[in-house]
DNA sequence: ATAGAAAATCGGAGCGGTTGTACTTTTGCA
DNA sequence: TGCAAAAGTACAACCGCTCCGATTTTCTAT
């Protein structure tokens, strides 16, 4: 996935980035996000307070080193969908089996849930792959990139989660909540199955 | 609707108050929201920091002077709906007519819509009356709060209109998306037509 | 009228996240 | 070996926002 370029001019950087990403989910979890100063987080990682923000665009994002990697998955689950499979589907699947478990041992995951302004930002890192989404969709299908069956489908599936997380049951409250958008998409193009899409007319 | 109890005091206060909101629009309509300070403003209509704080909670609020209001009537538009009226119907008129106008001529309007920050803001603090809604919503159908069916349309319906903002044909996408909605929650007590709730078994 | 409570305002210090600038060190490569 | 790019450093400053003690203004009850 992520390019493995050799050097060991990256290894370094990215084992800088790794101890402030490890220290600043350390320090949140022992005393709340709130409690601990950037500042803090910088020396307990031994860098100085510019290089923090080299690595990082900001306080919570120390906290999601991920990201990239999880628009393309989601990019990619939609295109290399099972022949025959609607996107609705596909994508439904795909939200389903990544964003439903619940780890209650992954510290970085309580410690999220347990974090207004934490949940907030996650909420937002997601709507910024709106865009791309919609014209994964739109390729897809065919459709416009600017339909809003499209648009709309491509906010709704993406705040899914946030909302089945909410409930006691975030698994089987995803799979109702797609249930419903599938029975409201089912007269589009997005709900309809077909084979991949066809490269030739 | 507003508590019109008499006084000078509750008068003066309001003046205070427009005018900082006045100041804040004005300043922010002429040199960009990001390029003025909350001293800035508070200088301009002649009150200290703190009397601003006091009054907004934040710099993005000085833009947005009504709130209140807007909650109670979307939570009356579904309560006090016409009769046989399904909840969703009623929800979706509301906000057809209340949210797909566009006014150009309005500057906090136009101000809103041209800053990403504000943008962002409008859209948290018309999630916030998401539970409302969703309570609201349970209690009109008698579905749990905490359904996704109910939690999922109160977030969605609120949702719909940046989404819709974003077609050039605004008020279309909009009806467009909620006919979307309909479809999807149609086996659902929200879109089933129904008398007001009875208050006898 | 007047005292005293309550509310609004003030001034200013200060915190915490973030940015900018100029400088040093480390690393890759010719 | 030498040079350029990249990574890291140090430090000051900005900005939104909070806190606090003091002061003024308005309301209310006697």
């Known amino acids: 996935m992520t390019e493995t370029t050799t050097g060991r001019r990256e290894r370094k950087k990215a084992r800088t980035r790794q101890a402030l990403a ?3 989910v350390r320090l949140f ?12 987080v910088a020396e307990a990682a031994d860098v100085s307070l510019s290089t923090l923000f080299k690595h990082f665009p900001s306080k919570e994002a120390l906290v999601f080193d991920l990201d990239a990697d999880i628009e393309s998955a989601l990019m990619a689950a939609v295109r290399d969908r099972a022949p025959g499979q609607s996107v609705l589907h596909a994508l439904r699947d795909h939200m389903v089996h990544t964003r439903t478990a619940v780890r209650t041992d992954d510290p970085t995951f309580v410690l999220v ?3 207004p302004a934490l949940r907030d930002y996650a909420r937002r890192m997601w709507s910024r792959h709106e865009k791309t989404l919609a014209d994964t969709l739109a390729e897809a299908t065919d459709l416009a990139p600017d339909d809003p069956a499209v648009t709309g489908l491509a906010r709704f599936a993406l705040e899914a989660p946030s909302i089945a997380r909410a409930s006691d049951d975030p698994a089987r409250a995803m799979r109702d909540l797609f249930t419903l958008l599938e029975h409201g998409w089912a007269t589009t193009a997005l709900a309809r199955q077909q084979d991949r899409p066809g490269r030739e007319g």
Not at 29 to 40: A, K, S
């Open 22 to 24: 490890d220290a600043a």
């Open 113 to 115: 849930e347990s974090t």
């Open 29 to 40: 979890t022992e005393r709340g996000f709130d409690n601990v100063g950037v500042r803090e």
